[in-house]
């Protein structure tokens, strides 16, 4: 990470708690403050803000705008957490544990709720044009946009959960984390860079950011059952979440079927259930297939894929030096090494 | 109900279900389609859509524009009932079974997550302004307020629960009841109304509205526990859900000690571990103190003082008719007779 980036960080992290209430009279409201604050104060990774940034400094665009803009990416990437963590009923967020596990369910979900609202309020305080050239307009529609996919996203994600289905086919997981992950992770940042700027959103911003984001979210998976990796989630999480992935995609449509059988019995148990032994049956099983390796040669192919698609794009932006720098920042958000 | 005013509730929620996608190609998002169009398409009452319409009929402000602030409203109350039924584990809403009880709290948030975003999406439709008078950036700026408030409200109300809290005052209560229901009940839909001519609100709205918002809640609850009515939720559901109300500020500040403790004992368990003998016992001490005739007349007595609050303040707006409708309504509001 260049000493730039870092600063860039520390700049959307700082709009991004600036935009929060600090503290409150009310015993219990200075509670709630502090619950708003808990998880952006958890040292994420402003990816998606620093994209923003970027992207609208490539396009020559509103610098100030931008990284309001950036702020309101980091704010619902905040809410969606605290509120996919009940959802998924996940143990640990950032290296510590998840909201709903630290103040329950109910007052989880009013928080997430809050932070919603604190997000509008952020882009509502944008004015409707900037002699820096921004779009006010097209950044609101962006975030309907954004927030309509990842919700649709979630959506398929908990119903297969649900509905207790294990036939999800590779396209029916590309499929899902195109809305759920790569719309608001690469799409819509890049195409709120360049409406900080009033200018049209290359139509590449969105095939790209599809594979980019894909490669992403595999990764993501990949990393979830590697050993030893540490980045702020629990190790086989998604094994104990039940989570569809394409790593289990593959798994059970290589597995023989007494194997087949065996392995969704396991996987189908509520978390509380599941037994570490039997996860770590899960996790051969894998291994023997090679599931994890194909699931990251995917994520390769996909990254490469993304980043050629988009090269030509990047290459006609104005700002020369900040399109290198988005570039940079896309080649290591596909591979997860930031 | 005057068949005008039936005829205003049918157009609201004619905009409410135009704003909700109707359908989807994928047969898991139809489902989820279905799911965002549950709550609204159970009949609602729709009082707060036709307040705004009534007072920017009142204010003599943009019609079009007040039919789409009020599907904006109607909207809201949708997600946060949504959200609320699984905070509260609620088991029926307008009759039928509350969504998370339909098809779990998981995808439940994320339903509530989709109609927030569709509020936004009403609202941000509406021109900057129109010739018949509307201010759109007063209309977004009193959503922002409308939801912080009610999360602050909420807030409280469950952190009292989860912290086992029984000594709720009566101010207390009416902090919370005035932060969670007055605003968005009575408040800022007359204030909304005003933003539709961009008016100057009167000041009365907030001081009036607090106390027919309080009154309409306090009615409310004493509506959940009274027999044989009909009211879309669970008879005595309050006392499952281990809401602090009124009535049981009122009974537990008159019970003496042992009987104090014997009902807190009852109170404090899980929903699941209340026996109906049990909540009979809370009731018959509810009868035996007076609680539900006290709740009732301190509603009374707040909606009296907030219709004549209000009275002046309606007195001077130039739409005559569209100003008596509404205090009509208000009136009706604060009685819990609509």
Redesign the interface.
């Known amino acids: 990470m260049s000493p730039a980036t870092g600063e860039l960080s520390s700049l959307i992290r700082k709009r991004v708690l600036s935009a929060l209430p600090e503290g409150h009279g009310?015993p219990?409201?200075q509670?709630?403050v502090q619950l708003m604050r808990d998880y952006p104060e958890r040292a994420g990774k402003t990816l998606r803000g620093k994209m923003v940034v970027m992207a609208a400094r490539a396009h020559q665009g509103d610098e100030e705008a931008a990284l309001a803009t950036a702020a309101g990416v980091e704010l619902f990437q905040n809410w969606v957490l605290v509120?996919d963590d009940?959802?998924?009923d996940s143990e640990r967020r950032r290296g510590r544990p998840a909201l709903h596990r630290m103040?329950?369910?109910?007052?989880a979900?009013?928080?997430g709720?809050?932070l919603?609202?604190a997000m509008?309020?952020v882009l509502?305080a944008l004015p409707?044009t900037t002699p820096g050239g921004l779009d006010r307009?097209a950044v609101?529609?962006e975030f309907?946009w954004m927030?309509?996919r990842t919700?649709?996203g979630?959506?398929?994600d908990?119903?297969?959960?649900?509905a207790g289905r294990f036939d999800i086919t590779e396209e029916d997981y590309l499929?899902m984390v195109t809305l759920k992950t790569a719309y608001y992770t690469v799409v819509c940042p890049l195409r709120l860079g360049a409406a900080c700027a009033s200018a049209p959103p290359s139509p590449s911003f969105e095939s790209a950011g599809i594979e980019l984001g894909a490669a992403f979210q595999i990764r993501d998976d990949v990393l979830n059952l590697t050993r030893g990796v540490s980045y702020g989630k629990e190790f086989a999480g998604d094994l104990y979440e039940g989570k569809r992935t394409l790593i289990l995609a593959h798994l059970l449509a290589h597995a023989g079927s007494d194997e087949r059988g065996e392995l969704e019995e396991v996987l189908a148990k509520p978390r509380e259930a599941k037994q570490p032994h039997e996860i770590e049956r899960v996790l051969a099983a894998i291994e023997r297939h090679g599931s994890l390796r194909y699931a990251q040669d995917i994520a390769e192919r996909r990254a490469r894929a993304g980043l050629e698609h988009l090269d030509e794009a990047l290459d006609r932006l104005p700002g020369r030096a900040a399109a290198r720098e988005l570039e940079s920042l896309l080649r290591s958000l596909a591979q997860r090494s930031v």
């Not at 103040?103 to 007052?107: A, L, R």
């Not at 908990?158 to 649900?162: D, G, K, Q, R, T």
């Open positions: 009310h219990e409201l509670r709630y509120h009940i959802e998924d103040v329950g369910t109910p007052i979900i009013n928080v709720d809050a919603h609202v509008w309020r509502l409707s307009e609101l529609h309907l927030i309509d919700a649709e979630q959506h398929l908990l119903s297969w959960v649900a499929t």
